[in-house]
C-alpha cells in the first residue's frame, strides 16, 4: 500500500448515504484501508447488506441525518464501536427538484438533506474529533455547483453551498486539526443511471460523452479514490478545496469538441 494510506488503518469513519452505488464504492475503499465504518442512510435493506458483505470494521445504523436524535444515536453507536471518529463523509443527497415549479416545502427539503445535515452531523462528531486530536472530513458536491442544468434549481444551488460551505468548515475547525475538503463528481455510474438505463452502462457513457472530455461516466470506485485520497495523510496540507472528479467535465467550455474559429472562414 502507498505511504500514507497505512495510518488509516483502525481508525473510524461516517459516510451518510453510504448505502447507494458511490456510498458503497466509498464505504468500501475506506474498509479495504483498514478504517472501521459506519453506514449511514434511510435505506436499511441495501446499508445492511453491504455492512454484512463487507463483514468485521463495518456497521449500518438506519440513520435519517435531518433528524437530530438519529444523527446523535448513530455518531455515538460509530464512537463506542469503532474506538471514536476520525473521518467523516457527508454523501447522503436529495435529487428532489422541480425547478421553479418547485414549492417552498420542497426548497427547505432539499436543503435540509443536501446542506443543513451535514452541518449537523458535523456538529455531532466534532466532540470526538477534539477528543482524537483532529480528524477529516470530505463533503460532497458536484459539477451542478457551478453551471446551470435545465428544470434544476434545488439540486444546483444546495451543491453549490456546499462549496462555500467547505470552505467555512475549513476555516473555523483547521484550529482543531481538521481538515474540511469536498468532492466534485461529474456523471458517476449511480443508482439513478442505472434504473434510468436498465443498467445500460454503454448507453450512459455515450449520453456523457459529448461532455466528460474522457468521453464516459465515471465509476464509483474512481471517486472513492479521491475520498481516500482526501481523508489521508497524503492530504495533510489540503484543506477547503474543492476536488473535481469529474473526467474533464468543469474543464470543458462551451465550445465543446467543435472547433470554432474554422467556423469564421466558412
Ligand atoms: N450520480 C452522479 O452522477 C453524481 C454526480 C455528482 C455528484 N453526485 C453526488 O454523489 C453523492 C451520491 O449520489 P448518488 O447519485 O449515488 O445518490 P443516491 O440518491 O443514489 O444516493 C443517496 C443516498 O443518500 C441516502 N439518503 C437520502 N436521504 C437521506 C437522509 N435523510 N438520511 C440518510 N440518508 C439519506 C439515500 O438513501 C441514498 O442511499 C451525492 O452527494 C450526489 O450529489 C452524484
Redesign the pocket.
Known sequence: MVQGFEGMRGKSAIV????????AGVVRALHQAGVKVMV????AE?GQALADALGEGARFRR????DDADVEACVAEAAERHGGVHYLVN?????LDDGIASPRADWLASLN??LV?AVMVLKAVRPHFQRAGGGAVVN?????SGVAQTGRWL?PVG?AAMVQLTRSMAMDLAGEGVRVNSV?????W????DQLTGGDRAKTDRVAAPFHLLRR?GDPAE?ANVVLFLCSDLASFVTGADYACDGGYSAMGPESYTPAIPQLMS
Open positions: 451518510t448515504g453510504g448505502a447507494t452505488l458511490i456510498g449511514a442512510d434511510i435505506n441495501a440513520t435519517d441525518i435531518t454523501l447522503a443527497c436529495s435529487y438533506v443536501n445535515s460532497f458536491t458536484s459539477i451542478s439540486y451543491k466534485s463528481p461529474g456523471w458517476t449511480s443508482a439513478i443511471m461516466v471517486v
